[in-house]
């Protein structure tokens, strides 16, 4: 399966090729005993809240929090993007994107001018243990059984769901799981309902998307293209929008892939009502922006080639998160509703 577009091949979250040598690992053991319980606070005199404790199903188990976390760190590319607006900073969160608060602009202010530790892909079990978490969450990740189970012996690891595919969680979900494991259940409903809220209004403002053939690409300098599949996080927002997939993409790949390469031979494929071009990196977009290849597509010709030079809202889109799609909104909808026009 191709990694989830924009993190690393490498990002997988498997441990350090150094390991955890077992001096490191009792030493670590020794000093971090507590941390499952709030940083050495014995359970008996930690935080508890209404319905606590919580078991949450994952794709390698069960993992049961005994009190509301006060503590956190996620390990999921955009978990982050659930945990600030229920007002918690995670001690460290996952870098996905290029800007140095490790987090979006849709969310930077809800840092409230704290720094998480930044985790790449490289990230080890001792570097996370060491910020004492009494709750992991690692849901929109690629995170392995080995790494789950050495996490899990000092605090409780929310991984992926079941059946889930890696980096494939719907925004919903996520931020179901993850309100469930801050015991905040009654927020997290609410972000969700403004942000389908959000969605429905945006759609019912802009019948001209109803039906109407949409692709997604991602490509670079180089000409290299790839197309978004019905997997992936991308589509699943535009087709809320009333937009959907062009039948030429959407029979691409095998169920499990976030993205296809297309060759320049037939670039033709990536033709449709409206064409959403995205890039590798934000000094790729003047390249792309003279590329013949896409310039020369029926959709480009009519005005339906929709270049997204904002990279903040490439970012955004890829994303999508409860906390990004209000911010893509916004902004892409004019776009989209001119192009289709």
Not at 80 to 87: N, S, T
Not at 217 to 233: F, L
Not at 294 to 321: E, F, H
Request: with cysteine.
């Amino acid at each position: 399966m191709s990694s989830r577009p924009g993190v690393p091949a490498a990002g997988t979250s498997k441990l350090s090729r150094r390991g955890l040598l077992l001096g490191a690992a009792g030493a670590a053991a020794a000093g971090l005993s507590a941390c499952a319980t709030g940083g050495g606070t014995p359970q008996s005199q930690a935080r508890s809240a209404p319905g606590f404790p919580v078991t949450i199903a994952n794709k390698y188990g069960r993992s049961t929090i005994e009190t509301a976390p006060q503590r956190i760190v996620t390990l999921g590319i955009t978990d982050h993007d659930v945990a600030l607006p229920l007002g918690v900073v995670p001690e460290g969160l996952y870098q996905w994107g290029p800007w140095s608060s490790g987090v979006g602009p849709w969310v930077e202010q809800m840092l409230r001018g704290k720094r998480p530790k930044l985790f790449g892909s490289d990230y080890t079990a001792e570097s996370v243990v060491a910020l004492a978490p009494q709750a992991i969450t690692a849901v929109q990740s690629a995170l392995t059984s080995e790494m789950y189970n050495r996490l899990g012996k000092f605090a409780p690891v929310v991984a992926q769901p079941p059946n889930s595919i890696d980096y494939g969680v719907a925004w919903r979900q996520q931020a179901e799981t993850i309100g469930k494991a801050l015991g905040k259940p009654e927020e997290t409903a609410k972000l969700i309902a403004d942000t389908q809220g959000k969605i429905e209004r945006t759609r019912r403002e802009n019948p001209v998307f109803e039906g109407r053939t949409h692709v997604t690409v991602r490509t670079d300098s180089k000409g290299t293209y790839a197309a978004y599949t019905a997997q992936d996080a991308r589509t699943h927002l535009l087709e809320q929008l009333g937009l959907r997939l062009s039948p030429s993409i959407r029979e691409l790949g095998n169920g499990e892939e976030f993205n296809v390469k297309v060759s320049k031979e037939n670039v033709g494929m990536l033709d449709a009502d409206v064409v959403l071009v995205t890039t590798a990196k934000p000094t790729d977009v003047q390249a792309v922006r003279n590329d013949p290849l896409l310039n020369n597509l029926p959709a480009a010709k009519r005005g339906g080639l929709v270049l997204l030079d904002d990279y903040d809202l490439t970012m955004a889109l890829g994303s999508s998160t409860v906390s990004s799609i209000p911010f893509v909104l916004d902004r892409i909808a004019p776009m989209l509703a001119k192009a289709l026009s």
